[in-house]
């Protein structure tokens, strides 16, 4: 009875370890920061920190006013990086959509995420999933002081998170270690989002929505609308997380336009405890949130801003960036109207003087 505890014992355990999941292996994917297959389309300031890549299409729009990061760069040709990208954008599809993933017994998720903390595993949903459409807006992954934590999270139809919601890092956390496999479409609002998008059809991020992490598309386009957005890295499997890292805001805005932009934070010992803009300061009218690096506001002054961003994380370390800046331009002044609409215009005016006046001498000889 004893030998036969012990074997339990040891069967237990290997199932526990056989549990743990591992990373999906990205292959060339992991130095893109967007992928898509039909377009990529940007509007507003958008700056990616990260490869842009579209295979087999070749429209990639939006370029400036969006920027991509010194280092990297925007791949449309094919064959080609984000060609060979593309193919290992459907293994890794296939390897996060792995029923039973490293011989885990998946936990099912349903309808709003709002709410809860995620211990690392192996998540399934049977339908859609949103995020911030109810409750509170915020999910927590806690990585319960484990660098390696891993989280799969597959979804069988589309994902949608709202406006003001944020998927947070903690307990050591990081986002090369989660990946969100849709089944179909996903759609970020003004989020805070962190991982990897493998999409079989198109992901889109509404204004301002943030992305620590990939939007990776198989099948259809990225959108993108003044997003702020950085690829954090290959997966931690060692232990240690890549060393904390700070990127800059979008780096253009206009006198009287709303603008929003965040001081990314990639690596380090999350959760991310605050941020700041030192030395220098934000253009007139930018404000920062030192909760989440968040910047909001209407710049008044047009100008150029130098600055350095900061993030701190909980043990605590600070990273700084001294690159930063913002050019913010004067609203151009209207247009004057052309010679020729003037003409027409005092053409039409003064017909309309004269049929008054006709239409007065003929009411005044009926009288």
Known sequence: ??????????????????????????????????????TVTNSGPTVVNGNV????????????????????????????????????LTAAYNDAATSHRDG?????????????????????????????QTGNGILVLNGGGNANSVWVIQIASALTTFTGSQVQLTGGAQAANVFWQVGSSATLGG?????????????SLGTGAVLNGRALARTGAVTLLSNPIAQPGPAVTAGVPS????????????????????VVATGGTTPYTSYSIAPGAL?????????????TGTPTTAGSS??????????????????CSIATSALPPAAPLPSSLILVLIGLACAALYGSRERIMRLAGRS
């Open 53 to 88: 890549g579209l295979s087999p299409g070749s429209a990639v729009t939006g370029f400036p006013p969006g920027t991509v990061a010194p280092g990297y760069a925007i791949f449309a040709t094919t064959p080609g990086p984000a060609a060979t990208a593309q193919g290992d």
């Open 243 to 262: 060393a904390l890292a700070a990127f800059c805001p979008a780096n253009s805005a206009s006198v009287g336009v709303f603008y929003t932009s965040a």
């Open 104 to 132: 885990d017994v998946p936990t099912t998720l349903a309808g709003d995420l709002s709410g809860l903390t995620l211990a690392p595993g192996l998540y399934n949903s049977t339908s859609t999933l949103s995020l911030g």
């Open 283 to 295: 253009p007139a009218g930018l404000a920062l949130n030192a909760a989440n690096g968040v910047v």
């Open 191 to 203: 989020a805070s989002f962190s991982g990897t998008i493998l999409a079989q059809v198109s992901i």
């Open 1 to 38: 009875m004893k030998k036969l505890g012990a074997v339990l014992v040891c069967v237990a355990f290997g199932l526990h370890l056989q549990a743990v999941q591992l990373p999906v292996v990205l292959g060339s994917t992991v130095n893109f920061a967007v992928l898509a297959s039909s």
């Open 306 to 323: 130098l600055f350095t961003a900061n993030v701190t994380d909980s043990l605590p370390t600070t990273a700084s960036n001294n690159t």
